[in-house]
């Protein structure tokens, strides 16, 4: 056995206010359309909007980042990297990760940065640290924490994006071990361009944010019909290719833990894979699709039921606009 980057602990948190699919059905009823089947394929019932005169992406960070050290009994002494991960950030300079830092009264000696690879953010990031670990003598603890307010941003007017955001935030604390195979194991990434233009944060991108002739609905975001029958096509070949390397098969994993963006294309994932579908927990129906920070949410449900144990195998995939996709394979 070697040195290991092992995930040592999750935690959630999530506004206040729960808002259900009646509302957005009777809101988009009064533009003439129906979406109950939109809201059946995706796997909506619920989602927790944030009150956006008082919570942001950060705030929401930090909540996050100190349940994380509530559960695992650490301070922001104790870590060596704090990683703020989102497509939604509240500034773009300074980083968030430093305010964070701050919050958590982190040592002067810590890395901190920020990261945004859309929805597939969180697991590139943990993905990217576990390697810059075991690389970093160094290095014994890293916090990643991903927040979203996609809701925020959604257009009224598109029920794709209104009707499906929520607002969340997950933070994961890595940590070295030495002698133990459990921890970070490989990943496999693939990139396709070819929605390169179909999804957009802001709209006008951003040096037109000001313009006096900008309207309010290209400030927020452009999504338009994007198949996701390719991406979760591309999962299974990601998925396969990450086993087959690694000497194991879809009944070796006790969870997949995915982009929530989707029910209905997670359930593809497992009939292809012929798995239990209780392998793929679904927690879209609860928060609603939090972006980068999905796939942890997620994880956090199959580990608080029971459904994941220490040693068990876990897959994280997720795709971000663009788009590139990732497949990380962990042993818990």
């Not at 313009?211 to 999962?235: G, I």
């Not at 580990?303 to 994941?308: P, T």
Request: with cysteine; net charge negative; proline share 3%.
């Amino acid at each position: 056995m070697s040195t290991s980057i092992t995930l040592r602990d999750v935690a959630v948190y999530h506004p206040e206010k729960a808002v259900n699919n009646r509302y957005y059905i009777d809101h988009f009823s009064r533009q003439g359309k129906e979406i109950d089947r939109l809201l059946e394929a995706l796997g909506r019932e619920n989602r927790f909007v944030a009150d956006y005169q008082t919570e942001t992406t950060l705030t929401m960070a930090i909540e996050a980042s100190k349940n994380v050290l509530k559960k695992t009994g650490l301070t922001g002494e104790d870590l060596d990297m704090i990683v703020f991960v989102s497509a939604t950030p509240e500034y773009l300079a300074p980083p968030n990760s430093v305010a964070i830092h701050h919050a958590l009264n982190g040592k002067e000696e810590s890395i901190v940065y920020d990261m945004n690879a859309a929805c597939v953010g969180m697991i590139v990031a943990v993905e990217q640290i576990s390697r810059n670990m075991l690389a970093n003598p160094n290095m014994e603890r890293a916090l990643i924490v991903g927040s979203e307010q996609l809701h925020r941003y959604a257009s009224k007017e598109d029920e794709l994006t209104y009707a499906s955001f929520g607002d969340g935030a997950s933070a994961a604390i890595l940590e070295k071990q030495h002698n133990t195979d459990r921890g970070f194991i490989d990943s496999v990434y693939k990139v396709n361009t070819e929605s390169l233009e179909k999804i957009a944060l802001p709209a006008c991108g951003l040096s037109k944010l000001y313009d006096h002739k900008t309207d309010l609905y290209e400030k927020r975001v452009k999504w338009e019909n994007v198949s996701n029958d390719n991406a979760f096509k591309t999962t299974v070949e990601l998925i396969e290719k990450l086993l087959n390397r690694n000497q194991l098969t879809p009944s070796d994993i006790q969870a997949f833990c995915f982009s929530q963006l989707s029910r209905k294309n997670i359930y593809k994932v497992q009939e292809a894979f012929h798995e239990d579908v209780k392998k793929f927990p679904i927690v879209g129906t609860k928060y609603g699709y939090t972006g980068a920070a999905s796939p942890f949410m997620a994880f956090e449900h199959a580990v608080n039921v029971g459904q994941v144990k220490k040693d068990d195998y876990v897959v994280f995939w997720s795709v971000g606009a663009g788009s590139t996709a990732c497949a990380m394979l962990y042993k818990y």
